[in-house]
């Protein structure tokens, strides 16, 4: 009897510049006994690399790999893969999609709405002004909008809706999610702005999603709704959003993304009384949940097929 040979695992090189890189490797060398894994900035002859798993590489990173044929993104995001001008249009494109990177953004999302939903900043500012007083509070009669329904924004939909909030979604195609009224299309966005009290951001920073949240979109909003962005930065328009808030349409920004990151020092968000700011850390990439994923989609690379969560390059995401 013969068995068909295994194919052989491509040479992948890990570029994640501040991350630690040696654990992403150990991880990986688990998941996938034998594999080659160097590490940035040792990559030897990169001629030889086929595979790249990435997070915010250096611009030129990639330059001279000319048997590249997988770019796996370690984030849900892909923006720096489709950015690359290193990665040509024959190279696959894969992204994180990781059931405890899910756990963590539901566990965050619903926190940042529980919050506002018991008006947790405001019980502490009276707190700290020695005022014992019940304050009127929206509970479950909160309405969010979910502004994505991908693998990380159905989650949290479902996930809040499962608390007994009334959640409306929108998303590119239709979608069905339990307990979550689906919307899609510039109708769907009129109507889930219109009834959205807390209105959250899990959409990927594609160009028609770029600056998506201005002040035309905050003005639809309820007066003294709440805003909670988890996607990225590059969706909401810094400055509109400044305004909204300074003129009381919306009472508070829960924001865990910014357009430049770090968060410049001297950047209004730091001190604004109704924003609540967290450095980019609502779902990390965990190399130990990640690392038989990631091996899974080195071996169909290698099979030649497609990685588990492909990037569509005409979409953006
Ligand atoms: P998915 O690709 O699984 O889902 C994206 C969702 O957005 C889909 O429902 C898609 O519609 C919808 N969408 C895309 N473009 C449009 C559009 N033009 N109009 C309407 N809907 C649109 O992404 P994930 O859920 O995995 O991740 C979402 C984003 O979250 C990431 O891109 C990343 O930026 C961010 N993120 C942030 C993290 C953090 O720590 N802060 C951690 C991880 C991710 P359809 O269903 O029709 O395709
Ligand atoms: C991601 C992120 O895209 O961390 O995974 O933002």
Redesign the pocket.
């Known amino acids: 009897m013969t068995t068909a040979a295994t194919p052989r695992l491509p040479v992948t090189a890990i570029i994640a510049p501040g991350w630690d890189q040696p654990r992403w490797q150990r991880a990986l060398v688990a998941a996938a006994p034998g594999l080659e894994v160097r590490l940035w900035p040792d990559l030897g002859d990169v001629s030889e690399i086929e595979a790249v798993l990435l997070w915010k590489q250096p611009a030129g990173a990639l330059a001279g790999m000319s048997r590249l044929g997988l770019a796996q993104s370690l984030?849900?995001?892909?923006?720096h893969l489709l950015n690359d001008p290193a990665i040509g249009d024959h190279v696959a494109l894969g992204?994180?999609?990781d059931p405890a990177?899910?756990g963590?953004?539901v566990r965050?999302v619903v926190h940042a709405v529980l919050a506002i939903s018991v008006d947790a900043a405001g019980y502490r500012a009276q707190q700290a002004a020695g005022l014992w007083e019940e304050r009127s509070v929206p509970g479950g009669a909160l309405r969010v909008g979910m502004?994505?329904?991908?693998?990380?924004?159905?989650?949290a939909a479902q996930a809040l809706a499962g608390l007994g909030f009334t959640v409306t979604?929108?998303?590119?195609?239709?979608?069905q999610v339990a307990g979550v009224t689906c919307l899609?299309?510039a109708d769907?966005?009129n109507r889930l702005i219109g009834g959205a009290d807390c209105l959250v951001?899990?959409?990927?920073?594609?160009d028609?999603?770029r600056g998506?949240i201005d002040a035309a979109l905050l003005a639809r909003l309820p007066r003294g709704a709440h805003l909670v962005n988890?996607?990225?930065g590059g969706h909401v328009v810094e400055a509109d959003l400044l305004a909204a808030l300074d003129d009381g349409r919306l009472a508070s920004a829960t924001l865990?993304?910014t357009a430049v990151e770090p968060l410049p020092q001297g950047h209004p968000f730091w001190s604004h009384p109704k924003i609540v700011l967290t450095p980019?850390?609502?779902?990390?990439?965990t190399p130990e949940t990640m690392a038989p994923i990631l091996a899974e989609s080195l071996r169909r690379h290698a099979a030649g097929r497609p990685p588990l969560?492909p990037v569509e390059r005409t979409?953006?995401?």
Not at 75 to 79: K, L, T, Y
Not at 147 to 155: K, V
Not at 169 to 175: D, V, Y
Not at 201 to 206: A, S
Request: charged share 20%; glycine share 16%.
């Open positions: 984030g849900a995001g892909v923006e992204r994180a999609v990177m899910t963590e953004m965050f502004l994505g329904l991908g693998e990380l924004g159905a989650a979604g929108w998303s590119r195609s239709a979608r899609s299309g769907g966005l951001n899990l959409l990927p920073l594609t028609e999603t998506l988890v996607a990225r865990d993304v980019h850390v609502a779902a990390a990439s969560d979409r953006g995401y």
